[in-house]
T-cell receptor, first 115, second 115 residues
Framework: DAGVTQSPTHLIKTRGQQVTLRCSPK?????VSWYQQALGQGPQFIFQ???????QRGNFPDRFSGHQFPNYSSELNVNALLLGDSALYLC??????????????FGQGTRLTVV | AQSVSQHNHHVILSEAASLELGCNYS??????LFWYVQYPGQHLQLLLK??????LVKGIKGFEAEFIKSKFSFNLRKPSVQWSDTAEYFC?????????????FGQGTTLQVKP
């Protein structure tokens, strides 16, 4: 049973560019969340997708956008990259819309470096 | 704003020592509580969770945590650590009402166990 898979694992981009990160949820999961983890910090919630709609959003600018596809996979897009966007981006999947009483499974993350 | 505070940023123990990692959160309503662990080079994994009921919860690998509502705390414990427990530990919270898959993480505690 495949867990949460993310691609690519590492990425280097130049300031001002755009980037797309991808996530395939664990089998049987239909909810995908994205987190940003800066070095030495805990993950910070970016947004969550369920039924192809953004359901919740954290305190991130509109440069951060996402999408969920009918097969539940998801993309995170970041426009106009800043040096401060350098971080580990984590995808988490879970099953259903259960009021938070659910276990989130995390992928290995995509390490984004903006130069 | 809701927040999670982990008091110990870096803990060094010898094998067989007892462990207690502190976690406090700042939300007065119903919460769901989690401890996640990240072993070197691996993804975040759930150690244990609390939704309701017995405030003392047991997780994998001999870990347990106690929810003390009056103290807004959810401390992680293990009676005897092993070298293989070397990892980063994150406490996380989400709200219990409505759907809030949004997890709020503490900044993490790095545990180093010396053989």
């Amino acid at each position: 049973d495949a867990g949460v898979t993310q691609s690519p694992t590492h990425l280097i981009k130049t300031r001002g560019q755009q980037v797309t990160l991808r996530c395939s949820p664990k089998s049987g999961h239909d909810t995908v969340s994205w987190y940003q983890q800066a070095l030495g910090q805990g993950p910070q919630f970016i947004f969550q997708y369920y039924e192809e709609e953004e359901r919740q959003r954290g305190n991130f600018p509109d440069r951060f956008s996402g999408h969920q596809f009918p097969n539940y996979s998801s993309e995170l897009n970041v426009n106009a990259l800043l040096l401060g966007d350098s971080a580990l981006y984590l995808c988490a999947s879970s099953r259903g819309w259960t009021g938070g009483r659910t276990e989130a499974f995390f992928g290995q993350g995509t390490r984004l470096t903006v130069v | 704003a809701q927040s999670v505070s982990q008091h110990n940023h870096h803990v060094i123990l010898s094998e067989a020592a007892s462990l207690e990692l502190g976690c406090n959160y700042s939300y007065g309503g119903t919460v769901n509580l989690f401890w996640y662990v990240q072993y070197p080079g691996q993804h975040l994994q759930l150690l244990l969770k609390y939704f309701s009921g017995d405030p003392l919860v047991k997780g994998i690998k001999g870990f347990e945590a106690e929810f003390i509502k009056s103290k807004f705390s959810f401390n992680l414990r293990k009676p005897s650590v092993q070298w293989s427990d070397t990892a980063e530990y994150f406490c996380a919270v989400n709200h219990g009402s409505g759907n809030t898959g949004k997890l709020i993480f503490g900044q993490g505690t790095t545990l180093q166990v010396k053989p």
